[in-house]
């Protein structure tokens, strides 16, 4: 996959788990930083509306910085004293968002067994599973399908999870989503499918993997183009014009 790519994905998404927590902000997300369960125990206790505290970063909740961080025991805590599971951040996304690009599907489950929506859509119109598409390892995304999540949802520019991997190139993303029958000729807004998105992104595993789901390289978006005239690799041009 190309490095640009999921470099700018990553930024993005992994600015949250990598950002340090502000000496502004309650104690509590410093706690959860540092994996303290208990002093997290010994706020919550002490303080119960510390659950509704918000940090600085997107306005994150506590229930937030520990999908983040990855903390199963924190979450069953904050869910067990009535934190809201599906009380959003300032971008709309909740814990399950966060939880399915960087938490691992045992915070996925804690959530999702204590009725996390699977379909909240964030301010840009993703789903967990939309977010999921963007990560690394495909473990969450094939996780949340296996729990009913919407293959087809679209975000608020008509892409799906397909179209997500295949900006990224994620090939093992885009096999998963496959074998659940997304679909290949699914177009967003500028009537790009996955395929278009792929090449444009020279993308050859994602390409390849595409073409093997029978991707049609010959369909057209908006502006006439297809996916080879969006390709500059040489590889990825070979891929496409063999078909």
Not at 20 to 25: F, G, L, N, R, T
Not at 210 to 225: E, I
Request: net charge negative; with cysteine.
């Amino acid at each position: 996959m190309s490095c640009l790519n999921r470099l700018a994905v990553l930024l993005v998404l992994l600015c949250g788990v990598c950002r340090p927590v502000s000496a502004e902000e309650d104690p509590i997300f410093k706690a959860i930083e540092n994996n303290d369960m208990a002093g997290v125990k010994k706020m919550v206790e002490e303080r119960p509306e510390v659950l509704t505290a918000k940090g600085k970063y997107d306005e994150a909740l506590p229930l937030h910085w520990a999908a983040i961080k990855s903390r199963k025991e924190m979450l069953a805590l904050f869910l067990e004293n009535k934190a809201e599971v599906d009380a959003k951040d300032k971008t709309g996304k909740t814990a399950l968002h966060h939880s399915a690009f960087s938490g691992g599907n045992d915070c996925i489950a804690v959530l999702l067994e204590n009725n996390a929506d699977i379909e909240a859509q964030d301010n840009q119109g993703n789903t967990p599973l939309l977010i999921a598409a963007t990560s690394i390892g495909s473990e969450m995304t094939a996780f949340l399908i296996e729990k009913k999540a919407n293959v087809a949802a679209k975000d608020k520019e008509g892409q799906t999870a397909l179209h997500k991997a295949a900006y990224t190139g994620n090939k093992a993303i885009l096999e998963v989503l496959l074998a659940h029958n997304a679909d290949v000729a699914e177009k967003d807004e500028k009537e790009n499918t996955a395929l278009h998105v792929a090449a444009k992104s020279n993308e050859k595993d994602a390409v390849a993997a595409l073409l093997k789901g029978k991707a049609d390289p010959a369909a057209k978006n908006k502006d006439g183009k297809t996916p080879l005239d969006l390709a500059t690799d040489p590889a990825v041009k070979e891929l496409l014009q063999k078909k």
